[in-house]
């Protein structure tokens, strides 16, 4: 168990909808990051929010939006769903390594949803 | 444009095998190089990870070793278990540690 919680554990939707996916960081990471993994194209980047703010943007889709709470947990709301969303959806949140500048990721459980 | 490819795209090896995985990329600048397990329907878990300056790096049985000048990185498994029948990925970063881009991974069946 990572201590990273998202929540739904699956969505099922119809085409056009909108959803919001919830992700909860472990304590004390303020770091939080969205990753959409399909079958055909394999996981890749969203974004990356750091302490409430956005830190990087990878390929994300300007129908999906997302943002970082006070508390630290974070929402992905994707709306006008077409079928080529259906993917898991994996959020990590990252702590620093010692000595390095770069964080270590810990990725959740993941929300897989289907859009009918 | 900035790519990660690994091979093979997938492996079966028994039990108690050692085995061999590439992942060659042309992300750059570099920063740093991870390798993840997932297992399926599961979150990937952080296997190792490299800076530029690291040729090799090990955890328990895995051992990952980077060559920054060619761009290539491979992951060893040493004395392979059932349980690490999973999908191996790749990922390297970017400037300032952003921009991840991730392998399309290579899927291991370790078979009795």
């Known amino acids: 168990d990572s201590g990273v919680t998202q929540t739904p554990k699956h969505l099922i939707t119809a085409t056009g909808q909108r959803v919001t996916l919830r992700c909860s960081p472990r304590s004390g990471d303020l770091s939080v990051y969205w990753y959409q993994q399909s079958l055909d194209q394999g996981l890749q980047f969203l974004i990356q929010?750091?302490?409430?703010?956005?830190?990087a943007k990878g390929n994300i889709l300007e129908r999906f939006s997302a943002q970082q709470f006070p508390d630290l947990h974070s929402e992905l709301n994707l709306s006008s769903l077409e079928l080529g969303d259906s993917a898991l959806y994996f959020c990590a949140s990252s702590a620093p390594i010692a000595g390095l500048l770069i964080d270590e990721q810990f990725f959740g459980p993941g929300t897989r949803l289907t859009v009918l | 444009k900035n790519q990660v490819e690994q091979s093979p795209q997938s492996l079966i090896i028994l039990e108690g095998k050692n085995c061999t995985l590439q992942c060659n990329y042309t992300v750059s600048p570099f920063s740093n190089l991870r390798w993840y397990k997932q297992d399926t329907g599961r979150g990937p878990v952080s296997l190792t990870i490299?800076?530029?300056?690291?040729n090799t790096k090990s955890n328990g049985r895995y051992t990952a070793t980077l060559d920054a000048d060619t761009k290539q990185s491979s992951l060893h498994i040493t004395a392979s278990q059932l349980s690490d029948s999973a999908s191996y990925i790749c990922v390297v970063s970017g400037a300032y540690g952003q921009n991840f881009v991730f392998g399309p991974g290579t899927r291991l069946s370790v078979l009795p």
């Open positions: 490299m800076t530029f300056s690291e």
């Open positions: 929010y750091y302490n409430g703010e956005e830190r």
